[in-house]
């Protein structure tokens, strides 16, 4: 059993008008098989929580903590914290030009895994995986989110999710940009790693659109940098209703 | 120093040489300097259908005209000329391999004449190690229907002072690929060019450098569209890092009035990936005829893509081997050309050396 922990979280970003508070306290505790949708406005610092937590350095951390099971986060490096069990599947997977799919894959689990996965498990695993998410074997020579369309992207990012088996993934806006067909098949996937392991959660989304097929533990609203209500999943069926209105008014 | 009058050694204020350190040419434009006439590319075997003569340059003289000072002192030095012929109709499917291995530097003049007969197909592997000092024109003549693929290498020792120039004339129906890689040397300047004799005829220019402390790394095409119906497609990329690097790349094409039904493009991308380096890129199309299919150009220089390295990064990927990839990636598309995974290997390898010079 992990817990992943964040408090009282402060983070600004630098702006040719000078810093800029996004987040302005944050509060919230995952443990292992939970999941956590974070639901909000645009612009309410969904993905900079998001970014925060997975190091970018883009994001200042002002003030509060993040720690997985007691490990301080914010102290370590980008990949640190990835070897520490942190996952971001990114809402614009980055294109790395000649950087094949393959050999990204089996970089990044070398990383994650300490060791080089043996090559005749390794190879199965990847196809079993891709096969999972209805990908063609052909996308493993392609060059790394170079040229793929948004649905290829974000089973690119669930793929990943599989082999490196982390201990808690956010998923941030997963579900923007995809057709019904490919929300299904990424939620599948995510529902499915979910369901062998003790993954935690934490959803990002705009839209309760994807919570139909990944069904929440937790719900919480988010505007101005801060979590504003919680409740459980009957809290995203009053968004679904009444939108964001009353949080933004308020 | 008195020079002879047919003879004006560049000044440096000259277009073709502004970019270039005069100073630290070794002599090889100098005229009280003598140049050796050598023969310093070797073939250890040839596969069936090539030959390999050694003629003298009187009886074998240029089949191109050229205002580029350092070829006009070869072509006063030279004696002779290596003379490497594809005979016709062969298809040589393993590769040509001329080597250069030059341990003692004296300044040094060389000529060499490749001649594809007509429908003819070949790769031709030159590969230049140690350190010299050579000033050097080699010519391509390819006949009607002929492909030739051209591999150059400079993995130079660290005081090399090389001036090349490299020029097809690509006949009727023909194809040039040429692949230039430069990582050695203090000072490489070359000149990958091209003309047509015929139409449909085809050129691939493709290269990339890699310039740490203190390299002078030159690359200057030139593809002059003579005639109707010739493509050209031009793809350079470059990385720099370390104080006083230094690479200059130019991307000279001529559309002639003669040359309806062009279609060119050129492109070059440099990666700065320290402070104290300093790329030039300069394309230049001069086009005379509207009735072209395509004519382009792009130059870009940037530096590492932070998005890039945090994606792989956040894969648990350490910061060193995720700048080795994106810089391997980068440079994938032209290494891949090579078609010779031994080579290929040993030039990633390379340049991750190159990477590992300036980040620790």
């Not at chain 2, 080597?99 to 197909?121: C, F, I, W, Y």
């Not at chain 2, 590492?304 to 792989?312: A, P, T």
Request: proline share 4%.
């Amino acid at each position: 059993m992990s817990t992943l922990e964040i408090k009282n979280l402060h983070v600004s970003v630098t702006t040719e008008a000078g810093d800029k508070e996004i987040l302005r306290g944050v509060d919230l505790v995952i443990k292992s098989g939970e999941t956590h949708a974070i639901m909000g406005p645009n612009g309410s610092g969904k993905s900079t929580l998001a970014y925060s937590i997975a190091g970018h350095p883009k994001y200042k951390i002002t003030s509060g903590s993040v720690t997985l099971d007691g490990a301080d986060a914010l102290e370590m490096r980008v990949d640190e914290r990835a070897k520490a069990g942190l996952f971001l599947a990114m809402q614009y997977p980055v294109e790395v030009p000649g950087v094949s799919v393959t050999n990204f894959l089996r970089t990044a689990a070398t990383a994650i895994r300490g060791e080089a996965p043996k090559v005749r498990t390794w190879v199965g695993e990847v196809k079993e995986a891709m096969a999972a998410l209805n990908m063609d074997p052909n996308f493993a020579e392609r060059s790394v989110n170079e040229g793929f369309s948004g649905g290829e992207k974000k089973r690119h990012e669930i793929l990943q999710l599989e082999l490196l088996k982390p201990k808690f993934a956010i998923l941030d806006e997963t579900d923007s940009g995809l057709d019904v067909d490919a929300l299904r098949i990424v939620s599948e996937g995510v529902n499915r790693i979910k369901g062998s392991s003790d993954l935690g959660i934490m959803l990002i989304t705009h839209y309760t659109r994807i919570l139909r097929y990944i069904k929440p533990d937790f719900v919480h609203v988010f505007a101005a940098g801060r979590i504003v209500e919680e409740g459980g999943p009957e809290l995203a069926d009053k968004l679904e209703e009444k939108g964001y209105a009353e949080y933004i008014t308020a | 120093m008195s020079l002879p009058t047919n003879y004006l050694a560049p000044s440096g204020r000259e277009e073709p040489w502004r970019f270039t350190p005069l100073n630290r040419l070794a002599g090889l434009l100098d005229t009280s300097v003598e140049l050796a006439s050598t023969n310093s590319l070797y073939a250890s075997a040839l596969p069936a259908g090539v030959s390999i003569e050694i003629k003298k340059s009187s009886d074998l003289g240029p089949i191109s005209s050229t205002t580029d000072e350092a070829t006009l002192r070869v072509r006063q030095a030279a004696q002779e000329v290596t003379h490497v012929v594809i005979a016709e109709n062969a298809e040589v499917s393993e590769r040509i391999v001329l080597k250069r291995n030059t341990a003692d530097g004296q300044p040094e003049a060389t000529r060499v004449l490749e001649t594809a007969e007509a429908n003819s197909h070949s790769t031709l592997i030159i590969e230049n190690a140690g350190n010299a000092i050579l000033a050097e024109d080699i010519e391509f003549s390819l006949a009607t229907g002929s492909t030739l693929n051209l591999i150059c290498l400079q993995e130079w020792g660290p005081k090399t002072v090389h001036l090349g120039r490299q020029h097809a004339v690509i006949g009727k129906d023909a194809t040039f690929n040429s692949t230039v890689v430069t990582i050695g040397g203090s000072v490489v300047r070359l000149l990958p060019t091209v003309e047509y004799s015929g139409p449909g005829s085809s050129a691939e220019l493709s290269g990339l450098y890699f310039a740490t402390d203190g390299q002078h790394l030159e690359h200057r095409m030139h593809v002059d569209h003579n005639v109707p119906n010739a493509k050209s497609r031009v793809n350079y990329k470059g990385a720099l890092a370390g104080d006083k690097a230094r690479t200059v790349w130019i991307g000279d094409v001529y559309i002639r009035a003669a040359a309806e039904g062009t279609d060119t493009y050129e492109l070059n991308r440099n990666l700065l990936l320290t402070d104290g380096a300093r790329a030039d890129s300069v394309p230049n199309l001069e086009i005379e005829t509207g009735e072209i299919v395509g004519a382009g150009h792009a130059s870009t220089t940037g530096r590492f893509d932070d998005e890039q390295l945090f994606y792989l990064e956040s894969r648990g990927i350490p910061a060193d081997v995720a700048r080795r990839l994106v810089i391997r990636g980068f440079f994938q598309e032209i290494v891949s050309k090579i078609k010779d995974e031994v080579i290929e290997e040993r030039l990633m390898v390379q340049i991750d050396g190159e990477l590992e010079k300036v980040v620790s």
